[in-house]
């Protein structure tokens, strides 16, 4: 039922800029907060920036300054626009949903399929 579909990731070279989106269904998009996760090679998963649906955005220290989070309306996607890249930042990256639960007081967590950014020296 949850769908995220994500596109955007790219080979670049260090100190390009790159544009990750994430297609989802209308209800996922108006009821849910979204956001980015990324893991890099032999690493856990860290959240890296999300955009609630107050429009209240956050971003880790790694990628503050850098990464920006958007809303399209038009498009109906989650987008992440990456500047100033780093060989660091190359990792998987993950469109990420939080889901209201009914007789639940905790979100629930739907992540996508992933897309991989490289960024070479």
């Known amino acids: 039922q949850v769908q995220l579909v994500e596109s955007g990731g790219a080979s670049v070279q260090a100190g390009g800029s790159l544009k990750l989106s994430c297609v989802t269904s209308r209800a996922i998009f108006t009821s849910c907060g979204m956001g980015w996760d990324r893991q890099i090679s032999g690493q856990e998963r860290d959240l890296i920036a999300t955009?609630?649906?107050?429009?209240?955005?956050f971003y880790a220290e790694s990628v503050k300054g850098r990464f920006i989070i958007s809303r399209d309306n038009a498009e109906k996607t989650i987008d992440l626009q990456m500047n100033s890249l780093t060989p660091e930042d190359t990792a998987m990256y993950y469109c990420?949903?939080?889901?209201?639960?009914?007789?639940?007081?905790?979100?629930?967590?739907?992540w996508g399929q992933g897309t991989q950014v490289t960024v070479s020296s």
């Open positions: 990420v949903a939080d889901c209201p639960q009914s007789g639940s007081p905790n979100p629930r967590r739907y």
């Open positions: 955009f609630s649906t107050d429009g209240k955005e």
